[in-house]
């Protein structure tokens, strides 16, 4: 089975929530499309268990760009070394760079490492339907546009309307942009447009928050699992 989850942001509960409801076997493939990190504070130790699990994939997200940047190791060339860390606090990496201050170089080291190999984007194809799994957007879309300093930028930071142009090539996957932009359900569901899905429920959100949780969509019969709140492995 081929499981897609966006933008975790660090809230264990919501996380094992889902593993619990999917069960994935070793035969399974879990694919993350970024934003594992930050606004709760579990994202390091969510992201440790993402990177020792054989059959899981990520994606890189606007906020692991935003954490590799402010930590001096940026993922691509569009880096400067002024207020990078103040970007980061203020979009709730905080609570990531203070767990991040407490653990071991070494590991510290395979979490940078790890991150510098994930990919923007990844093609697939289940039951004859052909996926293009982005982040925020899919680079080949990059036009140049000088919010974006290049490609990568784009991808991980690019906010998609409801009907901004795609290729037609595949059914595009992505997350980044809550589903509250493109339909009005509470708590958030995800959004199933005629060639795009958004799968981001809000699981930054507060706990306390009604309108927030976290989505994972299998592919193979399209089945959706969302995170029960109070719920643990």
Known sequence: MIYVLA??????????????????????TLYVLGDV????????????KIMSMPNA??????????????????YDDNWDDG?????????????????????RKTIRQEIVDYLHTLPLEIDLEVNGTTYKLVHAAPAEEYDFDAKYKNA???????????????SGKYTLIFGHTTTKHFQDRIPM?????????????????????????????????????????GKYV
């Not at 990190?37 to 440790?48: A, K, Q």
């Not at 606090?89 to 767990?99: E, F, L, Q």
């Not at 928050?209 to 969509?217: K, V």
Request: proline letters at 5%; aromatic letters at 12%; hydrophobic letters at 35%.
């Open 57 to 74: 994939k990520m994606i890189l997200g606007n906020h692991e760009y935003m954490m590799l940047r402010a930590l001096g190791f940026p």
């Open 37 to 48: 990190i930050d606004r709760h504070p579990g994202g390091i130790r969510i992201l440790r």
């Open 189 to 229: 569901e995800i959004w199933i447009g005629n060639d795009r899905i958004g799968i981001d429920c809000g699981s930054g959100y507060p706990e306390d928050s009604s309108e927030g949780r976290l989505a994972c969509l299998r592919l193979d019969d399209g089945k959706i699992f969302y995170s029960e709140e």
């Open 152 to 166: 990568p930028h784009f991808a991980v930071w690019k906010r998609l309307k409801i009907d901004y142009p795609l």
């Open 83 to 103: 207020g990078a860390l103040g970007h980061w606090y203020r979009n709730g990496g905080k609570v990531t760079y203070d767990h991040w201050k407490h653990i």
């Open 7 to 28: 933008d975790i942001h660090g809230n264990e509960q919501r996380f094992y929530s889902v593993m619990k409801q999917i069960n994935l076997q070793p035969e399974d």
